[in-house]
């Protein structure tokens, strides 16, 4: 018997489809999805400027790659 994996979207979207969950509890939920990357983005690029040259080389990025992705606005991929 095959089954069928759902994404968290699309099992969103059923729910929602079968008034099962709210249209604005959605949104919210989106809401914090997003808010949560956005987070883990800003800590991550943070943490990624205070890295010493030898741990930088490590993970294969110059000084200059690394201090260029610390910079990005926290928005962006």
Sequence with gaps: MAHHM???AS???YLT???RIPAASVIA???AVVLSKWGQRRRSRH???QLP???LRDIGLTPAEAE???RRVFWRM
Excluded: F, G, K
Aim: zero cysteines; charged letters at 15%; glycine letters at 0%.
């Design 6 to 8: 759902q994404t968290p």
């Design 11 to 13: 099992h969103l979207a």
């Design 17 to 19: 489809a079968q008034n």
């Design 29 to 31: 939920l989106r809401v």
């Design 47 to 49: 943490a990624l400027h």
């Design 53 to 55: 040259p030898h741990l």
């Design 68 to 70: 260029r992705e610390s």
